[in-house]
């Protein structure tokens, strides 16, 4: 019997996946064999079962011990299997890296949910608020209700009776009218006024008279109104067959409709004023928002309610109807005018006219296929242009060198003549369409001599008649609407305040059974109200004469000579003289070169970029919007990008990627930026807000936020660096270090150094992103020494001067603080590396809210955005500079 070689066993362990557990397999090794030796898997016992490890471990076939190989295999193949667990164990890290994320953003969606679960209860409570007012209005309706048909009975049964109640009424109205015009003139002459007390005796027994009658007259069947005349009928303008004269002795208050300050959510604006209101007419209701640059279309019934709605990248100003039903809209301070189709309930683009300056008002032309337009003075010329509709002006109407035009508000188009209302210059008037003859009078009535002040929208009637919405001394409470006959009548009318309060008059449209008014309240926003007026059907009455309306308005005007009593009325020239604006800008005693600019309704253009391809970019906070700029033409906008934040500032990364910062929003953007595109890459959510950024030297992105006292973890203010997804990667400085690091809302890196604007210390600083070190040199200046305030962005030529836009006493001329107002002095200055510094540009005359912001500097121009809020808005004012020739690049 042979005996057995002795044995050597190997415990090899064996792992087939994550989810498989371990398996050991001896491996025997027999010594001494002559044959060599067959390692297969096996229970410990000898037997071989290479089935069951087919596919962990395969044969290893004969191995030849003298070799010295057995170890070297078995070693050889182990190796391979650790290695792939090693694979195994990466991926599982990686898996691991994975569910660390999604359990972040899980964090952040629910700490969402909870945010908004915490506001559904306030908003319950709003809605159930609104709810329980409609019931009241609701109760309030049925109860007007049952005292209207109780009225209707009453009036009912006295026409059963004979008698024509309403037309007796009128009558009435009429005779109570002239006697107390005549009262009032009896009390401005005085004594000796016989034939005056004899008028009053006579209308008095005028009005015994038809108080006799009342019960003897049997009711007349119709009232008949003048035959409606065709204003636009001239080459191809359809009749306005919707609009008839109107008389203002009898009228009632419909309803008035709220346009809410805060409209839906869709619109994301945040306050409204109409300024233009139009129906067209299949009675679809246009409105143009002046602060949000929407263009909203409702109908009559339900004015409040949008059927579509467009945010315009300019504000739209004046509304017509096309003869092909299409709505033509004026843009402020554009050179285009927006032509949008109503058709199906929805706003839609049909195409833009280009045209050569900034037009607001608007009428028919004198030929088919023309346009009347008119252009405010600001810095160059003001005129009414006839255009065509293709945008080329065909000639000019009229400009200032021939008549005192400043701000032609708006136009109305009556036969051969177009009316215009002159904000600035107070002025109304009428210039032929044909000729250009302007006239100042209607049936005799000197239009200039009329009390008016900063006159607004008016519209007209198929008889010519005006109604126009102003501010006058003929209105009692400062604001109303007059209408001016074309015999040459004026009727002041009662306030027309709406149902919500006073306010401004804005807009007018006139149709054939009532007008419709939007009167401007501000509340800390602008609110606009539309009112509904229901007109009488008799349009027959006579209005008292222009002199009774003068004479009674005579406690409102201060000059009046004492021996006659006859008022003296400020002539045309001295109405325009003490008024007239020449330019956009106010006066200042500095004022660098300015080669061009350009002013933009609505907007605040916080930050300006300058890019590699010659286009300038802004930051609108107020639009939300990212716009690029022609560089050689600051009127002309290439594209604009919506980025659904409060946009503040603007850092170029490179290759073409800018990124956004946000005043109200934990989230930057990064948008891209093509020769004449932009368009959004993404949006990623931060730690804090974020408001200062630039982009450093070694392509750092670094943001600055505020001091945040609501709340104690993230209170300090911080300068951070943080990559593209939005995390922090390095701290530079924290206000708890630093005292006054506050509220540093704009950066600029220049090297190593980052310079830091702090509005609430009034600091510019210079923080040296290598050593941490904070300092207050440049070159040989200690920027402490200057007295800033509330300091904006720094900005740097090619040269190496240094630009601030600031505001406080260093903007005083010779240190002469007795004008000083440190809200109304700002300016640039340009301080050199020696250490001396000017001013560039600057404003210390009193204009409120006027601020310079963005600053960005080519080779040989700087150009500078100034926020101005004025009219309820914000406006920016984008102006450029020639650089001195010594600092231009050679």
Known sequence: MRAEAPVFWILVTLTQGLSEPKTNVPVPIPLGSESGIQISGGNGNGNTNTDNLSNSLPTFGNIDLESGNVLSHVLEKL???????????????????????????????????????????????????????????????????????????????FEDQG????????????????????????????????????????????????????????????????????????????????RSTIDWAEYTEAGSHRISAVPPSAFGSKEILVNSILVTREGKLVLADRIGSWLLLSTRDQPGTFLDSQRLSYAPWALLELPDGNIAVTLEFSHDIAIYSVAGGQLELVRTIHTGADYGGIAPGPEENTLIVSKWRLDSVARLDVINMEGEVLHTLLDDSEFPLVD????????????????????????????????????????????????????????????????????SNGFCILRITQGGQVTAMKELTGQFGGGYPYAVEVTATEVILSWANWDYQWVSELTFYSLPASSELTMPTPAALVMSTARHLQSRTAASSELTMPTPAALVMSTAFTDTFPPSTTRGPRSQYATYSGSLFTSILITEEGKILTADYHQETVKMISMTDLERVEDTLGVGLLAWGLADLGNGTVVVTSEDQPQIAFISVNESRLEMEEKVYTKRRYRGVAVCGDGSLVVSSRQNDDDSSNRDARIDVISRNGDVIDTLLEGGNFTDLVKPLFLTCRGEELYVSDWSSHKVFVLNTETREVSSAFGNMDLSDLQLSQPRVVAFDREGHMYVATGGKVCVADNDYSYYDEDESFCIIQISPEGSWKHLERYTTPVAGLFPYGIGITGDQIFISWGRYTFGTWFTDLAAYDLPASLKET
Request: proline fraction near 4%.
């Open 79 to 157: 190796e391979n299997v650790e290695q792939g667990n090693q694979r195994l164990r990466q991926d599982l890290e990686h898996l691991t890296r994975m569910m660390e994320a999604v359990q972040e953003e899980n964090l952040l969606v629910r700490q969402q949910m909870s945010t908004t679960a915490a506001q559904i209860p306030a908003f319950a409570n709003d809605i159930f608020g609104y709810l329980d007012g409609v019931k009241e209005q609701m109760a309030s309706l049925g109860e007007q209700a049952e005292v209207m048909q109780s009225v209707l009975a009453t009036v009912q049964e």
């Open 163 to 242: 008698v024509n109640f309403t037309t007796r009424l009128a009558q009435l109205d009429l005779r109570l009218a002239q006697v107390e015009g005549s009262l009032l003139q009896f009390q401005v002459e005085g004594c000796g006024c016989s034939q005056q007390i004899a008028g009053v005796r006579s209308r008095l027994d005028m009005v015994e008279t038809a108080l006799g009658n009342v019960e003897n007259t049997p009711p007349s069947s119709t009232v008949t109104s003048p035959t409606p005349r065709s204003t636009y009928s001239t080459y191809g303008w359809a009749p306005r067959s919707t």
């Open 408 to 475: 032609p508000y708006c136009l109305r188009r009556f036969g051969d003549d177009v009316y215009v209302s002159d904000w600035t210059s107070d002025g109304f008037f009428s210039v032929n369409i044909y000729t250009g003859e302007v006239s100042t009078t209607m049936g005799g009535l000197n239009l200039m001599e009329l009390p008016l002040e900063a006159p607004r929208a008016f519209d007209m009637d198929d008889n010519g008649d005006v109604y126009l919405a102003t501010e006058s001394s003929l209105c």
